[in-house]
């Protein structure tokens, strides 16, 4: 049974063509999941994941069953074990956004269903899956780009450097020194494929193909929101940075909290690319479930 809890679940070669069908037209992939169900499990009120989400298994043929966390009660009602088991005697897979990843090493525990992780407090994979897609639609083959992100070194930015790394690129990192990756974080990136690179003042982006950003307080973090709009003063991107970097495009995987690590000028500017990002989240949810479902039982 194969699961996708991060990027670095995949081989460069099976990121590659999941990539492949991501771009393919959605009748070229035969439809898979006819007469079939896939359990779409939220911790998390979502707007992106959600409907990107339902809306790749209807065009794959198949059929979504949106599930609350009070109607499974995961550790409560019943054991992870016992409800992935629970799911798969009815569903082909099950795609869980989650506060805790460990909620998602349980559920693959047994092998009982495959697992997607549309995100947890680790990772974000869709979501990377996306950008990557978002990046070589727009600038060309990503070994190729200069990619900065700019913010807290979190989910969605370790997944994405996972995924320029299995694709043969790099990237550096614009973020305050209390906001960086672990060293647990930095290794398994090493060993996907490069070296991340610090930058210490936004002032020193230049001249780069990609800017990214994502927000500063995150779902779950609103205590801590006050100490962290703090720590990142100065690292908004706004319209100087995109100015002196005028052939980047911007990206942010959204929601964004306009005003803080944007501004709107940015997210509803020429260079702004956050709704192509947006639409190809269908696309990878859609290629993630397609290459799944079709991978061998054992």
Same mark, same amino acid.
């Given at each position: ?9 995949? %081989?460069?070669?099976? *990121? ?17 999941? @006819? ?13 992106? %994941? ?8 209807? /065009? *794959? ?24 088991? @629970? ?28 697992? +997607? ?42 997944? *994405? ?87 980047? +495009? ?16 940015? *997210? ?24 799944? +479902?079709? /991978?061998?039982?054992?």
């Amino acid at each position: 049974m194969r699961h996708l809890l991060d990027i670095d679940d995949l %081989t460069a070669a099976e *990121l590659g063509e999941i990539m492949r069908l991501a771009e393919e037209p959605v009748d070229a992939l035969g439809a898979p999941l @006819t007469g079939r169900g896939v359990a779409c499990y939220f911790e998390k009120p979502s707007a992106r %994941t959600r409907n990107s989400t339902e809306m790749a298994v209807v /065009q *794959l043929g198949g059929h979504p069953v949106y599930i609350t966390r009070d109607e499974l009660g995961i550790g409560r009602r019943e054991s992870a074990d016992d409800v992935a088991r @629970t799911l798969g005697c009815y569903h082909s897979a099950l795609c869980a956004r989650v506060y805790s990843h460990e909620v998602l090493e349980q559920l693959t525990a047994s092998n009982a269903i495959a697992v +997607v992780n549309l995100l947890s407090d680790d990772a974000h994979p869709l979501q990377a899956i996306a950008d990557l897609l978002t990046m070589k639609s727009e600038r060309g083959p990503i070994d190729e780009l200069t990619i900065v992100y700019v913010g807290d070194c979190n989910n969605v930015a370790r997944s *994405l450097a996972l995924a320029v790394a299995g694709v043969g690129g790099s990237m550096a990192f614009a973020a305050p020194s209390g906001y960086r990756f672990s060293e647990h974080d930095l290794d398994r990136i090493r060993l996907a494929g490069f070296e991340p690179r610090y930058i210490d003042r936004i002032d020193d982006v230049e001249n780069v193909d990609v800017i990214y950003t994502d927000t500063w307080v995150s779902m779950g973090q609103e205590d801590g929101r006050e100490q962290r709009l703090k720590g990142f003063e100065g690292f908004q991107v706004d319209e100087r940075l995109m100015a002196r970097n005028a052939g980047a +495009v911007f990206m942010h995987c959204l929601p964004a909290h306009r005003g803080e690590e944007v501004s709107d000028a940015v *997210l509803d500017g020429e260079q702004s690319r956050i709704w192509v990002q947006a639409t190809n989240r269908l696309h990878a949810a859609r290629a993630v479930l397609a290459w799944i +479902v079709s /991978q061998p039982a054992a």
